[in-house]
């Protein structure tokens, strides 16, 4: 089974900066994964923040688009979400998950994801 990772959270002031990782390991080599990044705010549903195909096509959620940056390093099996101009909103459990999928982009559906991390934490004070 795929095991994923996360670590980089923590607490930033609103306009601040935060780089997510997720080491992911198990993968079968045979098999093509998207991969993406989910949020979990207090009595919210877990929402797509952004996701990216294994040929590295990425989708980005509306509130993510223009401040956060998904990324692959291939060789070390990480998958990185850079954070910029953060806001108060964007405080939440952030979690990395990946999927078995053959596609030039795939979606945001939780329920589709079958591996997914413990989650790390991001909290943005204003």
């Known amino acids: 089974d795929v095991q994923l990772v996360e670590s980089g959270g923590g607490s930033v002031q609103a306009g601040g900066s935060l780089r997510l990782s997720c080491a992911a390991s198990?993968?079968?080599?045979?098999?093509?994964?998207?991969m993406g990044w989910f949020r979990q705010a207090p009595g919210k549903e877990r929402e797509g923040v952004v996701t990216?195909?294994?040929?590295?096509?990425?989708v980005y959620a509306d509130s993510a688009k223009g401040r956060f940056t998904i990324s692959k390093d291939n060789a070390k099996n990480t998958l990185h979400l850079q954070m910029n101009t953060l806001r108060p909103d964007d405080t939440a459990m952030y979690y990395c998950a990946a999927r078995e999928y053959v596609g030039s982009y795939c979606y945001f559906a939780p329920s589709q994801f079958r591996y997914w991390g413990q989650g790390i934490l991001v909290n943005v004070s204003s």
């Open positions: 198990g993968y079968t080599a045979s098999s093509a994964y998207c």
């Open positions: 990216m195909s294994h040929t590295g096509g990425a």
